[in-house]
């Protein structure tokens, strides 16, 4: 706390230093240099509280496999509904994606609870080149495709193509993919890491909050994670019968709905 006010009073002294003075150039450095400080400790607690939440959403998939995401990964970088096309059956699936730094985890949706996901597997995004595609033939999977591109594996002959349904989705996740590189390097550059018993810790909390023998919460995952979109807000001052008539859904009419409140039938 102490460290995130340095920046504030370097900022003073340098204020009402004088430009010509010995020390300014001095001045002017360190405030810049407790800047980053600051930011990288409040950009740290950030993670560190974005683990707590990953950990849950974590938890709410349905048939988990494999290591915990926060194994090696500790942000979400971008999460959406796309189309999967895998070889060598080329068969199209609609998966939920969700890219972390290191890794892309892809479930699918339940039938009936469209909140509920089922896990199906992961990319590891470390060794995965990632091909913006033309609309058009497609030469390795020898299909018609449009608004797609190509993740493929540096290391084995894995391939996948991901078609969105507007030209804007996959800009969207062009740029989410380059995002994640940036991430990973940034990471790197800085150290940052978590440690065991943080990840330990993440999971256990998140274990609690789901007990065995008992359901799911419904959750919003690809929703509650995307952390860098802001949120509209309702003012404080808006009564709070508006609030939840807001919130409240409208109710569907149907035709037994409406019949039944005529008079003749009451009776």
């Not at 008539?245 to 009776?267: Q, S, Y």
Request: charged share 30%; with cysteine; aromatic share 8%.
């Amino acid at each position: 706390m102490k460290i995130c006010k340095y920046p504030l009073q370097l900022a003073e002294l340098l204020k009402y230093t004088n430009p010509q003075h010995r020390d300014y150039k001095d001045v002017d450095a360190a405030l810049n240099a407790m800047k980053n400080v600051a930011r990288l400790i409040n950009e740290r607690k950030r993670r560190l509280e974005n683990i707590e939440k990953i950990a849950r959403w974590q938890s709410s998939i349905e048939d988990w496999e494999g290591e915990d995401v926060l194994s090696r990964s500790s942000e979400l970088i971008f999460s959406g509904e796309v189309t999967k096309l895998s070889q060598p059956q080329n068969k199209s699936q609609q998966r939920m994606f969700f890219l972390f730094d290191h890794q892309m985890i892809y479930c699918k949706k339940d039938l009936l609870r469209r909140d509920m996901l089922y896990y199906k597997g992961r990319l590891d995004m470390d060794h995965m080149e990632v091909i913006d595609l033309e609309d058009g033939r497609e030469k390795d999977f020898n299909i018609s495709v449009k608004n797609a591109l190509k993740l493929r594996s540096l290391n084995t002959e894995e391939i996948h193509i991901l078609c969105t349904k507007k030209p804007e989705q996959k800009a969207r996740w062009l740029k989410a993919f380059s995002d994640e590189r940036r991430q990973v390097l940034h990471d790197r550059e800085t150290g940052f890491s978590l440690t065991d018993l943080q990840k330990k810790q993440a999971m256990l909390n998140a274990c609690k909050s789901h007990p065995a023998g008992k359901p799911k919460a419904v959750t919003r995952p690809y929703c509650d994670f995307l952390l860098r979109q802001k949120h509209p807000s309702l003012p404080t001052a808006l009564p709070q019968q508006q609030v939840f008539m807001l919130a409240e859904p409208k109710r569907k009419t149907t035709f037994w709905h409406n019949i039944g409140r005529l008079t003749p039938f009451k009776k």
